[in-house]
């Protein structure tokens, strides 16, 4: 499996931007996605969680309500709508998929990664 995330840039406090994560590969291993964050200087942390073939979904408190995790199974595409952007948002995002149903934040579980985009929110 592999991933690539695109769509990140530079946008203003409150402005909005939406990432894709495309998916190649063998993509019927896919069970769940993920959309992780890395800020500089600070631990990679859990954005939201998707069930590929259920309805599950999560967000973490950090972002919810601002933010939309989504998928296209069609288009093996994976999203994140990103509304009222604050500057601690910044980072680059990853997104991650593993072989297993199971929701989880944990970023060792993820089997597979994209190579992150950056997001910066400026004040």
């Known amino acids: 499996v592999q991933l690539q995330a695109s769509g990140g840039g530079l946008v203003q406090d409150g402005g909005s931007l939406r990432l894709s994560c495309a998916a190649s590969?063998?993509?019927?291993?896919?069970?769940?996605m993920g959309w992780f964050r890395q800020a500089p200087g600070k631990e990679r942390e859990f954005v939201a969680f998707i069930g590929w073939y259920g309805s599950s979904l999560l967000h973490a408190d950090s972002v919810k309500g601002r933010f939309t995790i989504s998928k296209d199974r069609a288009k093996n595409t994976l999203y994140l709508q990103m509304n009222s952007l604050k500057p601690e948002d910044t980072a680059v995002y990853y997104c991650a998929a593993r072989r297993s149903l199971a929701y989880t934040p944990q970023k060792s579980d993820y089997e597979y990664w994209g190579q992150g985009t950056q997001v910066t929110v400026s004040s």
């Open positions: 590969g063998v993509t019927s291993s896919i069970y769940a």
